[in-house]
Nanobody, 128 residues
Framework: QVQLVESGGGLVQAGDSLRLSCTASGRTYRPYSMGWFRQASGKVRELVAAVNWNGSVTKYTDSVKGRFTVSRENDENRPYLYLQMNNLRPEDTAVYYC???????????????????WGQGTQVTVSS
């Protein structure tokens, strides 16, 4: 069992920046891949960014490339996942979720159905 807790969301204006954080706990730590997803009102959940266990492989959805950066830190007990979001746009408004795929370590996993654990989400609202 893995518990994921996101933080860092909020209300900002277009062009502003935010940094989301996710802390994992609850399971004897073994390396695994993680990702950020988002779900706007009335839309399906979509990948924002994914990263493998040591940060050497990352993937992004096209709309955030060049603006968002995913990173992680792994201490001996738990991973910390981050999403630096720059030059935010109104279309980035959504609930952002942190996710863990405990069955994969070396790949940055892009499929929403591949992830095993999810956080509760944090709201990001970008006004124009």
């Amino acid at each position: 069992q893995v518990q994921l807790v996101e933080s860092g969301g909020g209300l900002v204006q277009a062009g502003d920046s935010l940094r989301l954080s996710c802390t994992a706990s609850g399971r004897t730590y073994r390396p695994y891949s993680m990702g950020w997803f988002r779900q706007a009102s009335g839309k399906v959940r979509e990948l924002v960014a994914a990263v493998n266990w040591n940060g050497s492989v990352t993937k992004y959805t096209d709309s955030v490339k060049g603006r968002f950066t995913v990173s992680r830190e792994n201490d001996e007990n738990r991973p910390y996942l981050y999403l630096q979001m720059n030059n935010l746009r109104p279309e980035d408004t959504a609930v952002y979720y942190c996710a863990a795929d405990i069955n994969e370590a070396w790949e940055a996993v892009v499929g929403v159905d591949d992830y095993d654990y999810w956080g509760q989400g944090t709201q990001v609202t970008v006004s124009s």
